[in-house]
């Protein structure tokens, strides 16, 4: 178990960025792989990116690719989502998830922690 709090949310143009980061609890943080997803209104909650245990890999779905940038700092228990480029169809709740398994998914059924989410709105 880990808890987890989101922040940076807030209201950015199209074609701006934002920077969220996922703060977490406990000394065990390196032995979770971490994901982003997000939750637009009306629709399901979908994967964005996930990042290795040691930060050496990451998998973005493809409609960020190139745009979104994840990143972890162990020695601090905080992973970053870094968005450039941001669409008005970014609009969603995003959330960061864990889980302790040596796998890599992005099945949202696969992830035993989440944070309370941060509200992105990217205006057209």
């Known amino acids: 178990q880990v808890q987890l709090v989101e922040s940076g949310g807030g209201l950015v143009p199209a074609g701006g960025s934002l920077r969220l980061s996922c703060a977490a609890s406990g000394r065990t943080f390196s032995s979770y792989i971490m994901a982003w997803f997000r939750q637009a209104p009306g629709k399901e909650r979908e994967f964005v990116g996930l990042i290795s245990r040691t930060g050496d890999t990451t998998i973005y779905e493809d409609s960020v690719k190139g745009r979104f940038t994840i990143s972890r700092d162990n020695a601090k228990n905080t992973v970053d989502l870094q968005m450039n480029s941001l669409k008005p169809e970014g609009t969603a709740v995003y959330y960061c998830?864990?889980?302790?398994?040596?796998?890599?998914?992005?099945?949202?059924?696969?992830?035993?922690?989440w944070g309370q989410g941060t509200q992105v709105t990217v205006s057209s």
């Open positions: 998830a864990a889980h302790s398994k040596s796998y890599f998914t992005r099945d949202r059924t696969w992830y035993d922690d």
